[in-house]
């Protein structure tokens, strides 16, 4: 009868390479020669790994952790599609406890590592805004449906392509999304038109702004309206983000340059 090892062995046969999550130093040498590429993602090259993918958020969802690690090795060009790559990770303090044998294919590049790895925001900021407006998508405004636009980084910029709609509730404030009692008054705000405007830092710079960048070249997904469109056209003209929740079909979208880089449904979020 086969023992336990022997099945588990299985796990990591013929692997392409080993995707090693904030790994300690002995853990990584255990690793590092033994003949399939070794990758680390981690928040910092700690172990002086040859091979590395910045992890910018710590993901506590070991399946959008394992996910972000693939997708930024594939952007390296570290992995590509059919490759059979082992994910050790953590799933509870204390070290390593997990391998996970993922089969890489295109369906896991979402465009989520281009989307916080390389966005002149804090990724944090990114998280944080992504969470208003997928809880805003999920819960609605009083059971209602409601749209909203964010636009997050290169504030100043942002704010040169655009004009206000009305008073502006967060002018000379020093507030950051992210506080609870800031994201209920984002919530609030959502009812009515305009941009909230957030800097590279997390800080709320505006609501209520009417953006005001040249649609021509911009091309959307067929459906999206005009939200989606001035959001989009903002990224191409300025280093930000936009994140948008349509009051039409509920879903969150994030434009960078001008295009299209994430879909998320809150309702499966």
């Not at 099945?7 to 399939?36: I, K, M, Q």
């Not at 594939?74 to 059979?84: C, K, R």
């Not at 909203?148 to 980084?153: E, N, P």
Request: hydrophobic share 40%.
């Amino acid at each position: 009868m086969d023992s336990l090892t022997d099945h588990l062995a299985d796990l990591v046969a013929d692997v392409d390479a080993a995707l090693l999550f904030s790994p300690t130093s002995s853990f990584y040498e255990r690793f590092a020669n033994g003949g399939s590429e070794v990758v680390v993602v981690a928040p910092d090259n700690d172990v002086d790994a040859e091979t590395f993918v910045d992890l910018p958020l710590p993901f506590d969802n070991v399946k959008d952790r394992i996910r972000f690690g693939i997708e930024g090795a594939m952007d390296a060009d570290l992995v590509s599609e059919g490759d059979e790559v082992a994910c050790v990770a953590s799933v509870f303090e204390g070290g390593s406890d997990a391998v996970v044998r993922v089969t890489v294919d295109e369906s896991i590049h979402t465009g989520i590592f281009d989307l916080f790895a390389n966005s002149r925001a804090e990724p944090s900021v990114i998280r944080d805004v992504f969470e208003v407006a997928i809880e805003l998508g999920q819960k609605g405004q009083k059971g209602k449906p409601v749209g909203a636009l964010f636009v997050v980084g290169d504030a100043g910029k942002v704010m040169n392509k655009s004009r206000p709609l009305s008073y502006n509730p967060f002018e000379k404030s020093h507030v950051h999304v992210g506080d609870p009692i800031v994201n209920v008054m984002l919530k609030e705000f959502s009812r009515l038109d305009g941009a909230f405007v957030v800097s590279d830092s997390g800080k709320i710079v505006s609501a209520y702004r009417y953006l005001e960048p040249a649609a021509e070249g911009v091309d959307i997904p067929k459906g999206l309206g005009a939200r989606h469109m001035s959001g989009a056209a903002i990224t191409r003209d300025t280093n930000s983000t936009a994140i948008v929740l349509s009051e039409s079909d509920g879903l969150v979208r994030a434009f960078k340059a001008g295009e299209l880089v994430l879909e998320i449904d809150p309702e499966e979020y």
